[in-house]
């Protein structure tokens, strides 16, 4: 398995502002994931952050409104930008370990 | 391009009832699948998982069977308990979850009375 900390665990931000999120593991991974979880639905995938390397975003969103670094192979950051009511959220990374996948405790966003 | 399809809750069923929810998908190639749980107040786990056809995926009492001829990989269990109440998430990878980023069904909410 894998131990993975986010921070903060929560914020309410105003609208046009902007919140990084931070993301730690507690070993080295190569693979690191963004999702978001609109409120009542489903996880979906922001991006693929590769430590060394552009990260790679998913159909509907864009680096310029969700900007992601991974500096190394135990941390990465998912900014989100210029931020609306509509990205009110929970944002979770997760890491690839084998062949599964383990997720951050999340990160509860609250735009107003 | 990939989705998953789970039966909609909440579902409310009595302690000690059989319980299945059902996952289907819709993939090219030979995805993985997954089962994952979120219990109140907490992060998301993984639960199990199977990686090819006719494989069986276990843990803590659940059971889900990867059926290529059906796209199917429905969650079971013989008697659940109070404390299985949570979310249940069905999810796919094109290749074996490390690798590639999940497409997740909606969530299933899973209520177990005393």
């Known amino acids: 398995s894998a131990v993975i900390s986010q921070k903060p665990s929560r914020d309410i931000c105003q609208r046009g502002t902007s919140l990084t999120i931070q993301c730690q593991v507690d070993?080295?991974?190569?693979?690191m994931f963004w999702y978001r979880q609109q409120p009542g639905q489903s996880l979906t995938l922001i991006a693929t952050a590769n430590q060394g390397s552009e990260a790679t975003y998913e159909s509907g969103f864009v680096i310029d409104k969700f900007p992601i670094s991974r500096p190394n192979l135990t941390f990465s950051t998912l900014t989100v930008s210029n931020m609306s009511p509509e990205d009110s959220s929970i944002y979770l990374c997760s890491v690839g370990r084998g062949s599964d996948q383990y997720f951050g405790p999340g990160t509860r966003l609250l735009v107003l | 391009g990939n989705s998953v399809t789970q039966m909609e809750g909440p579902v409310t069923l009595s302690e000690e009832a059989f319980l299945t929810i059902n996952c289907t998908y819709t993939?090219?190639?030979?995805?993985?699948l997954f089962w994952y749980v979120q219990y109140p107040g907490e992060g998301l786990q993984l639960l199990l998982k199977?990686?090819?056809?006719?494989d069986k995926g276990s843990n803590k009492g659940f059971e889900a069977t990867y059926r290529k001829e059906t796209t199917s990989f429905h969650l079971e269990k013989g008697s659940v308990q109070v404390s299985d109440s949570a979310v249940y998430f069905c999810a796919l990878s094109d290749s074996g979850g490390g690798a590639d980023g999940l497409t997740f069904g909606k969530g299933t909410h899973l209520i177990i009375q005393p």
């Open positions: 070993s080295q991974v190569t693979m």
């Open positions: 993939a090219t190639g030979y995805p993985s």
């Open positions: 199977a990686t090819k056809a006719d």
